[in-house]
């Protein structure tokens, strides 16, 4: 009896042919190349957040540290002044700058009419004014004017930049304006 028992105990765990044991290797197999993908590849991404997270964290504890998402600096430190809506085709266009950011007392002054009446902005004209530095009226540019004129009827744009002396760092502001 005790050898009959082994017989059928023996035939019952051997169900499994060869083709089964390939399948689940290949299974095998899969499951571990997904598991160094996983490694590879999502981990040091999480932790990249999770470190970054952590930096940014850290430094905005930090005193008179911040993010100003709204850029609401280059908005309120330059305008353009004496611009008007509308000129005739036989007027100069003439503009000054107003700059009220102390840290753009000198610097590089661009002042670019854009025809926008077209999808596409084409340039018409431009004046430079270079080395500005203005005094306690802020009022840009100095000892010059800039006066251009623009033959063609449609709306325009006057896109104003000013760079610091060190050409880091910069404002602009833009007007409308048609010539009819």
Do not use: W
């Amino acid at each position: 009896m005790l050898g009959s028992d082994l017989t059928y105990s023996t035939h019952y765990y051997a169900q499994f042919s060869l083709k089964d044991i390939k399948i689940q290797n290949t299974l095998e197999k899969i499951l571990a190349a997904s598991g160094v993908k996983i490694a590879v590849f999502v981990i040091p991404i999480v932790f990249s957040f999770i470190y970054g997270g952590a930096v940014l964290s850290l430094s905005l504890q930090e005193p008179n540290r911040g993010i100003d998402f709204q850029g609401t600096t280059q908005l309120t430190s330059i305008e353009i002044t004496s611009l008007q809506d509308e000129y005739s085709s036989s007027d100069a266009i003439t503009a000054q700058v107003l700059v009220r950011d102390p840290g753009f007392s000198c610097g590089d002054l661009y002042m670019t009419i854009y025809d926008v009446s077209s999808a596409q902005r084409k340039a018409v004209a431009q004046g430079a004014f270079f080395d500005q530095c203005y005094d306690s009226s802020g009022t840009l540019p100095v000892g010059d004017q800039f006066s251009q004129k623009v033959d063609a009827v449609g709306q325009y744009l006057l896109e104003v930049q000013m760079f610091d002396q060190s050409g880091d760092k910069f404002l602009t502001t833009s007007q409308k304006f048609s010539v009819r």
